[in-house]
C-alpha cells in the first residue's frame, strides 16, 4: 500500500499530471455543453439526437478535427480518473468512517470518468454506442439473474440516490469546499453556475433512477434507460417541455462551472 501511495505522491506532484487532469475538467464540461444543448433541442421540438454522452461524442465527431477532439477526451478523462484513485489512496481524514465514504466517492467518480472516456475512444475509433440499448441489456440481464428484480430495484435506487447527493451539494453548496474561488462577481457567478448545475444534473440522473426502479415494478427491462432516456421522459411530463428545457439550460451552466473548475480546482 505504502509503495502505491508513495507513487500517487509523485503523480500528483507532477506539473503535466495536474494540467492534464485539469484538461480533463474542461474536456467533461464541453460533454454537458453539447448534452445540454441536444436536450434544449428535444424540448423545443427539433430533435437533436441522443441527449447523453454517446449523442455528444457523436455531434463532437462530427465537427472538423473532431476525431482530435475525442483522443483529447479521453486523454484528459484518463487524467482526471487517475487524479481521483490518487485521492483515494491517499485520503486522510482522521474520521475511518469518513475516510473510507471519500474513498468510495473517489473511486466512483473514477470510474464514470473511465466509462466516459472508454465511450470517448469507440466513437474515436470510428465505433459508435447507444447507452440506451446498453441500459435495457443490462436491465435484463439483471433480471434474468436470481432476486434479478430486487437487483434491477436496488440499480435504480442507488442512481436516484446519486441524483439526490447531486442536488443536495447543489442546493448547500458543498462543491465550494473543494475550488480555492476568486472574490467578487467572478466567485458569485461561478457559483451560481454550481448550484444550478448540480440541481439539474441531479435532476437528469434522478429521473434514469426512476426508469430502472419502473423497470423492477413492471417487470420490463425495456423500461430501463440512461440520460437520454431520462430526458426524454421528462417532455412527457405536464409543462414537460418547459421543465426539460430548464434541465437543459442548467447542464450547460454545469458545463461551464466545470470549466472553470479547471481553473480553480484544488488539486
Known amino acids: 500500500m505504502s509503495a502505491s501511495k508513495d507513487a500517487a505522491r509523485k503523480a500528483q506532484d507532477s506539473t503535466a499530471f495536474r494540467v492534464a487532469a485539469r484538461v480533463g475538467y474542461v474536456v467533461l464540461g464541453l460533454l454537458h455543453l453539447v448534452i445540454g444543448a441536444i436536450a434544449i433541442s428535444i424540448a423545443t421540438g427539433a430533435g437533436g439526437g441522443e441527449a447523453d454522452q454517446s449523442g455528444a461524442m457523436q455531434q463532437i465527431r462530427e465537427a472538423p478535427a473532431g476525431v482530435f477532439a475525442l483522443w483529447a477526451v479521453v486523454v484528459g478523462l484518463a487524467a482526471l480518473a487517475a487524479w481521483q484513485i490518487a485521492e483515494a489512496l491517499l485520503e486522510r481524514d482522521p474520521d475511518t468512517k469518513k475516510a473510507w465514504a471519500h474513498r468510495v466517492k473517489y473511486l466512483g467518480t473514477a470510474v464514470t470518468y473511465l466509462a466516459i472516456g472508454f465511450t470517448a475512444a469507440v466513437f474515436a475509433a470510428g465505433g459508435s454506442s447507444d447507452s440506451e440499448d446498453s441500459a435495457s441489456s443490462f436491465s435484463q440481464t439483471l433480471m434474468a439473474a436470481p432476486a434479478g428484480v430486487f437487483l434491477v430495484?436496488?440499480?435504480?435506487?442507488?442512481?436516484?440516490?446519486?441524483?439526490?447527493?447531486?442536488?443536495?451539494?447543489?442546493?448547500?453548496?458543498?462543491?465550494?469546499?473543494?475550488?480555492?474561488?476568486?472574490?467578487?462577481?467572478?466567485?458569485?457567478?461561478?457559483?451560481?453556475?454550481?448550484?444550478?448545475?448540480?440541481?439539474?444534473?441531479?435532476?437528469?440522473i434522478g429521473v434514469?433512477?426512476?426508469?430502472?426502479?419502473?423497470?423492477?415494478?413492471?417487470?420490463?427491462?425495456?423500461?430501463?434507460?440512461?440520460?437520454?432516456?431520462?430526458?426524454?421522459?421528462?417532455?412527457?411530463?405536464?409543462?414537460?417541455?418547459?421543465?426539460?428545457?430548464v434541465v437543459g439550460v442548467g447542464l450547460i451552466l454545469y458545463g461551464l462551472f466545470s470549466i472553470a473548475r479547471a481553473r480553480y480546482a484544488r488539486m
Open 153 to 204: 430495484g436496488l440499480v435504480g435506487l442507488v442512481i436516484l440516490g446519486i441524483g439526490v447527493a447531486f442536488v443536495f451539494r447543489g442546493v448547500t453548496r458543498k462543491f465550494e469546499e473543494n475550488l480555492s474561488l476568486p472574490g467578487g462577481a467572478a466567485r458569485k457567478g461561478i457559483v451560481a453556475f454550481g448550484v444550478a448545475g448540480y440541481v439539474a444534473k441531479g435532476i437528469a
Open 208 to 245: 434514469a433512477g426512476i426508469l430502472f426502479l419502473a423497470a423492477a415494478v413492471t417487470h420490463d427491462p425495456e423500461a430501463a434507460g440512461g440520460l437520454d432516456a431520462a430526458l426524454k421522459a421528462l417532455v412527457e411530463l405536464p409543462f414537460g417541455p418547459a421543465v426539460l428545457w
